[in-house]
């Protein structure tokens, strides 16, 4: 079992940035692959930014790309992403996850990762 807790969402003007959290506990990380989703009202559930917990590889999905970054810090078990130059159409429920994912599984698929956390809100104003 992994339980990962967010944390860092809030109310941000366009332009601004701000960074998100995710504790993570109960397992060693070293085999997993973790990710940012998110869902907008009335939207599926989107692939956003994802991290292999030991090599330090990521990918964006293109709308985020050059404003967002994925990082972790193994020490402290905890995932962050930076969201910077923050647009309206960011705004939703933001989740970290957590999956034991081989190379053949598709990594944006939140299908595909077992452990979620429970959210945390982002909104952005124009």
């Known amino acids: 079992q992994v339980q990962l807790v967010e944390s860092g969402g809030g109310l941000v003007q366009a332009g601004g940035s701000l960074r998100l959290s995710c504790a993570a506990s109960g397992r060693t990380l070293s085999a997993y692959t973790m990710g940012w989703f998110r869902q907008a009202p009335g939207k599926d559930r989107e692939f956003v930014a994802t991290?292999?917990?030991?090599?330090?590889?990521?990918l964006y999905t293109d709308s985020v790309k050059g404003r967002f970054t994925i990082s972790r810090d193994t020490a402290k078990n905890t995932l962050y992403l930076q969201m910077n130059i923050l647009k309206p159409e960011d705004t939703a429920v933001y989740f970290c996850?957590?999956?034991?994912?081989?190379?053949?599984?598709?990594?944006?698929?939140?299908?595909?990762?077992?452990?979620w956390g429970q959210g945390t809100q982002v909104t952005v104003s124009s």
């Open positions: 991290i292999r917990w030991s090599s330090g590889s990521n």
């Open positions: 996850a957590a999956g034991s994912l081989v190379p053949t599984v598709d990594i944006m698929d939140p299908r595909n990762y077992a452990y």
